[in-house]
């Protein structure tokens, strides 16, 4: 009888690790193009996976830029299934070019109305979150070079900040990028280019990460960093002696968003992990670190996030942007890009 038994039960272990075998094999694996950050895609993908086991995610991570032209670059030979957490800027240029495909995500009627394309039903594309463009100021460094704080984009064409600013460069980060769209929205191309003309003058470097001036000015290297309000939340969390500024006479902002390439043979998958991305789950996930989020009464408390972010996000015209962004990454690299950091 126990031999029997010891026989029953290895045939179950058996069935059992076969049936698991066979559920692993047969898990899709979808190759998900992204530019959130490095912190983030772990609970993202965690929180995916866990509720559908039967898919895996493979991110492909970079900055804004990096990720746009990439994707551009493999226009005739996709190789992503999804997009998940690119710049909706960027998502409109590669709308144009036909690489998205229509696909009104389970649950997106509950989404705010400026977060999902209104120019197509379906949708091409939907929105996660918002990131707005913020200054970094190290307190101690600014008492030690006798520098005040800036409050806004005036502020910094101050000649005592000179060679105290890092900025990222909007060919590479959609941070850099929407600093620029939002400069030249206010103020007019003719005074927008003169400001920034203005600014370079004053600034160090130009950085391919939207995230490393702040770092920057959180370890003190630069006093100053133009970043976005996300990672200067995190710097000042970790306990980095710096300001997260709005700039009080307008923030430059986009959004966070996610498509499914158009042609990919992952259709079914591709559409679930979309289905996730306009969920209650996802957007809580959002906001964790970005206050502003696609779905509606979703707000968590984030520490020492700026209180008034939100009533300074410029009006964003992102069509404008997007018809204009290749226009204006050859002249803002035509005109500064002697002060580029190596790549």
Same mark, same amino acid.
């Given at each position: /009888?126990?031999? &029997? ?10 069935? =059992? +690790? ?24 772990? %609970? ?12 895996? !995610?493979?991110?492909?991570? @970079?900055? +804004? ?10 226009? @005739?030979?996709? *190789?992503?299934?999804? !997009? ?17 495909? %229509?696909?009104?995500? +389970? ?7 400026? $977060? ?19 200054? &970094? ?10 520098? #005040? ?17 890092? /900025? #990222? ?44 001036? &702040?770092?920057? =000015?959180?370890?003190?290297?630069? #006093? ?16 980095? #002696? ?12 986009? /959004? ?14 591709? *559409? ?18 970005? %206050?502003?989020?696609? /779905? ?5 408390? !984030?520490?020492?996030?700026? =209180? ?9 015209? $992102? ?25």
């Amino acid at each position: /009888m126990t031999h &029997c038994m010891g026989r029953l039960f290895g045939a179950l272990v058996f069935a =059992a +690790t076969s049936i698991a075998g066979l559920a692993a094999a047969k898990a899709e694996e979808l190759i998900v193009y992204t530019a959130v950050e490095d912190d983030q895609l772990a %609970a993202y993908k965690d929180a995916f996976e866990s509720a559908n086991p039967d898919i895996t !995610i493979n991110w492909v991570r @970079d900055s +804004t830029g990096v990720v746009t032209a990439r994707l551009l670059a493999e226009k @005739d030979n996709p *190789q992503a299934d999804v !997009i998940w957490g690119l710049a909706a800027t960027s998502l409109l240029v590669l709308d144009a070019e036909g690489m998205l495909e %229509a696909y009104a995500p +389970t649950g997106v009627e509950a989404l705010k109305p400026g $977060f999902v394309d209104q120019a197509n039903n379906p949708p091409h594309w939907v929105g996660m979150d918002a990131w707005i463009s913020a200054i &970094c100021f190290n307190t101690i460094e600014g008492k030690l070079r006798n520098i #005040p704080a800036p409050t806004g984009w005036a502020d910094l064409l101050n000649p005592a900040y000179k060679n105290h600013i890092t /900025m #990222p460069n909007p060919g590479s980060s959609g941070t850099g990028f929407l600093m620029v769209s939002a400069i030249l929205q206010q103020m007019g191309e003719d005074e927008g280019w003169a400001y920034l003309d203005a600014l370079h003058e004053n600034i160090a470097v130009y950085l391919h990460s939207g995230s490393r001036p &702040c770092v920057n =000015a959180a370890t003190g290297e630069y #006093p100053i960093g133009l970043s976005f309000e996300y990672r200067g939340t995190q710097e000042k969390n970790k306990g980095a #002696p710096i300001e997260v500024i709005i700039p009080a006479d307008g923030a430059g902002w986009d /959004m966070e968003a996610s498509a499914i390439i158009a042609g990919t043979d992952k259709l079914e998958a591709a *559409q679930r992990l979309l289905d996730f991305s306009v969920s209650q789950a996802a957007n809580e996930l959002y906001n964790q670190s970005y %206050a502003v989020v696609a /779905m509606p009464g979703v707000s968590r408390v !984030i520490p020492n996030y700026p =209180a008034n972010a939100e009533e300074l996000m410029i009006e964003n015209d $992102f069509s404008w942007a997007a018809l204009n962004r290749e226009r204006i990454l050859e002249e803002w690299q035509s005109r500064y890009g002697s002060k580029d950091a190596p790549q």
